[in-house]
């Protein structure tokens, strides 16, 4: 009477149990998310102080962002180590029941999430939607603040020439690269 009870549920699309390792394992998992997520905002935060300073030429400011980012890029560092080996546990724990792909690749992240299923598969999804979502704006932001360096970078060497009287390369050229004054040897002369 059981079995039939529960192959019903199975077809009416109820949520079949997670063995007790794989629900730690995806909580685990989902933790690990959660850590990424908001390290990966407290990046957000830094470059948004990082572009205040850029355009106020803050350089005590970027200093200390510079610093407290590199501590933030180390925390995430560790989560994403963490993350990896936690998706292998998952992977292999889902090998185990048979979730392997043909080819004996992992599944994506999206396979495994349906795979899981129920309300631990929508929570692991929506973990990674926002910490898909946050490390793009990031990224966003950080392209915004390398276009602003780059055109401080180009100032500045503007003013660099105009106090040197240097119409050319400014200090920020190809360093080690020096130009020949006077007489160049050619191939032609070299033979004879």
Do not use: W
């Not at 130009?179 to 050619?186: A, L, S």
């Amino acid at each position: 009477m059981q079995q039939v009870f529960d192959r019903k549920q199975a077809r009416e699309g109820a949520e079949t149990p997670l063995s007790i390792e794989l629900t730690e394992l995806v909580d685990g998992l989902v933790e690990i998310l959660s850590q990424e997520t908001a390290t990966i905002q407290g990046l957000i935060k830094e470059a948004d102080r990082k572009q205040a300073a850029l355009t106020d030429d803050d350089l005590a400011a970027l200093e200390e962002i510079v610093a407290l980012e590199t501590g933030l890029l180390q925390e995430l560092e560790d989560c994403e180590a963490r993350r990896l080996n936690q998706v292998a546990a998952i992977e292999r724990h889902l090998g185990d029941l048979g979730s392997r792909q043909e080819d004996g690749s992992s599944p994506s992240f999206g396979k495994m999430v349906r795979k899981i299923g129920g309300s631990k598969g929508e929570e692991l999804h929506r973990q990674g939607q926002t910490l898909k979502e946050n490390t793009l704006h990031l990224k966003e932001l950080n392209l915004l603040n390398a276009d602003l360096l780059r055109q401080s970078l180009t100032l500045t060497n503007y003013c660099l020439s105009l106090v040197t009287g240097d119409p050319g390369q400014g200090i920020y050229g190809e360093p080690g690269k020096k130009e020949r004054k006077g007489y160049q040897q050619n191939m032609l002369d070299a033979r004879a």
